[in-house]
């Protein structure tokens, strides 16, 4: 089994910052490849980013690409995600994900395993 755990979603203003945490416990692997996805009501889930096995290599889309920001702790099994600049259109529930290594990053079905989700609201 595998948990995963988000946290520090919240009400932000525009132009505001919040940091997401995502734990990670259970069958894990620091050889797993973690990723942030957010889902809006009425809309797909979208990928935003990913990061590399050892951390120093992220993928983002073009959305979020230069605002938000993902790290890795594997020591600690845990994963951030930096969101600066919000607007209000990040209005979305925020999702970690986690999969055992090997190709793939940017869909949700290459993910197993996902948290339950925390909810980020940007005001205008």
């Known amino acids: 089994q595998v948990q995963l755990v988000e946290s520090g979603g919240g009400l932000v203003q525009a132009g505001g910052s919040l940091r997401l945490s995502c734990a990670a416990s259970?069958?894990?692997?620091?050889?797993?490849?973690m990723g942030w996805f957010r889902q809006a009501p009425g809309k797909e889930r979208e990928f935003l980013t990913a990061?590399?096995?050892?951390?120093?290599?992220?993928y983002s889309s073009d959305s979020v690409k230069g605002r938000f920001t993902a790290t890795r702790d594997n020591a600690k099994n845990t994963m951030s995600l930096q969101m600066n600049g919000l607007k209000p259109e990040d209005t979305a529930v925020y999702y970690c994900?986690?999969?055992?290594?090997?190709?793939?990053?940017?869909?949700?079905?290459?993910?197993?395993?996902w948290g339950q989700g925390t909810q980020v609201t940007v005001s205008s």
């Open positions: 994900a986690a999969r055992p290594a090997g190709s793939g990053y940017d869909r949700a079905y290459y993910y197993p395993h």
């Open positions: 259970g069958r894990t692997s620091s050889t797993w490849r």
């Open positions: 990061v590399t096995v050892t951390g120093d290599a992220t």
